[in-house]
């Protein structure tokens, strides 16, 4: 298994000068050329996907793929939510599979980003999970990004970027320093100073939005002022649709299957290409070794209900199940009955947990604590409660 905590994975750049790229999803053959392309040439990868695609996929299919890819890999591999909307997109991600989760409230005026980030970040870390949050608007061009990313662009004020990361908690900065989501016409005039300035104003690692039409000096620049991760995609997409268009000229009745034979070659040429020139690649061992692995907690309960009817026991599950099942960090609730009628305890919960403090917190949900008082901890006799991790 070679899904690894995130906060190490980008920490461990940061303090090495180099830049994790983080690469947005839009389909398996990206994913397959991602995973391909990072194993090449023996790379940290981030797996992203940005919720401002989710009209075009089904998210909750797609991330367990992407889960699958993580597990299997022989390199370190984080999953992220890119752009969130909101605490409540945060929290699906993390239950869903993300150990990273991005919250971009970057529009809000900065009290208001605030108030919204800290929230997300404290739901997130009793998960476990680190958060990206921004100050500063990063705004869309042409293409893609122009319909996803309205408005125009706000540079990063280092002041701000200060006040934000010290009453947020947040682990990561995107800032906006000239970067364009999207495509960029002619060559990218970036604030290198103001990057500086930002870097020398709060103390964690800073992330660069739109990185799709920065050339090579640029890119190698970007990690000795802070920058430990890349966000990247309109060249992925751009890349894969020129290879379409060739096969298309080429073969003009072809089938799907057909027209899609090179997307995903040109995507993962495209993938290592960013991660050999933003210092990633060769590190994947000693990340490996310096990374906690992501592995989900097993939280085992066994009980009886004895002097309860069959219907009393059943309504107990389902509303415990339903009250689980929404709480942030729970990956997945099983429970059973014991087939073998002799039994001493008849009933068991399995519940996954991204992270032991997950449990810790259950006080912050009402209406979970309230069941565990009024309802679960007079019902059930002989219980046995045991966590387990992965090993």
Avoid at 117 to 124: E, F, K, Q
Avoid at 155 to 171: G, I, L, M, Q, S
Avoid at 272 to 288: F, I, M, N, P, T
Avoid at 355 to 368: A, E, I, N, Q, W
Wanted: contains cysteine; charged residues 25%; negative net charge.
């Amino acid at each position: 298994m070679a899904l690894v905590n995130m906060r190490d994975m980008i920490y461990h750049a940061y303090k090495h000068n180099y830049a994790v790229g983080a690469f947005d999803l839009v389909s398996l053959d990206f994913l397959e050329a991602a995973i391909g392309a990072a194993e090449s040439c023996r790379a940290s990868i981030v797996l992203s996907i940005a919720e401002p695609h989710f009209e075009h996929y089904d998210c909750e299919l797609l991330l367990p793929a992407v889960e699958a890819a993580a597990q299997r890999a022989s390199v370190p591999v984080a999953i992220q939510l890119d752009h969130g909307s909101s605490l409540a997109s945060a929290i699906s991600a993390i239950n869903r599979g993300c150990n990273g989760v991005m919250l971009d409230a970057s529009r809000q005026e900065l009290p208001d980003n605030i108030t919204a980030t800290r929230a997300v970040v404290d739901m997130a870390h009793r998960c476990g999970v680190p958060v990206t949050g921004e100050v500063g608007y990063v705004a869309g061009y042409e293409g893609e990004g122009a319909l996803l990313h309205p408005g125009e662009a706000a540079f990063t004020v280092p002041a701000e970027a200060k006040a934000y990361v010290e009453r947020t908690n947040v682990d990561f900065l995107a800032v906006s320093i000239g970067t364009v989501q999207g495509r960029m016409k002619g060559r990218a005039k970036l604030d290198f100073q103001r990057l500086k300035l930002i870097n020398q104003a709060v103390d964690v690692p800073l992330v660069i939005h739109g990185g799709s039409g920065l050339n090579e000096e640029q890119f190698r620049k970007l990690p000795s002022m802070g920058v430990a991760k890349i966000n990247y995609y309109t060249a992925l997409s751009d890349v894969a649709a020129e290879a379409m268009r060739r096969r298309t000229k080429a073969n003009p009745d072809g089938s799907f299957i057909e027209l899609k034979r090179d997307v995903k070659e040109a995507v993962g040429e495209e993938v290592e290409r960013c991660l050999r020139l933003w210092g990633s690649a060769g590190r994947a061992a000693e990340v490996l070794t310096q990374c906690r692995p992501w592995a989900p907690v097993e939280h085992l309960i066994m009980h009886s209900a004895n002097g309860h009817s069959e219907q009393e026991v059943r309504s107990l599950i389902d509303e415990g199940k339903r009250l689980l099942s929404v709480m942030p960090g729970v990956r997945s609730v099983f429970t059973g009955e014991s087939i073998n009628e002799a039994g001493a305890r008849r009933f068991c919960w399995q519940v996954r947990l991204t992270d032991p403090r997950v449990l810790d917190g259950h006080g912050d949900y009402p209406g979970f604590a309230r069941f565990l008082k009024n309802r679960f901890q007079g019902s059930i006799n002989d219980a046995v409660t045991v966590d387990y991790q992965v090993i």
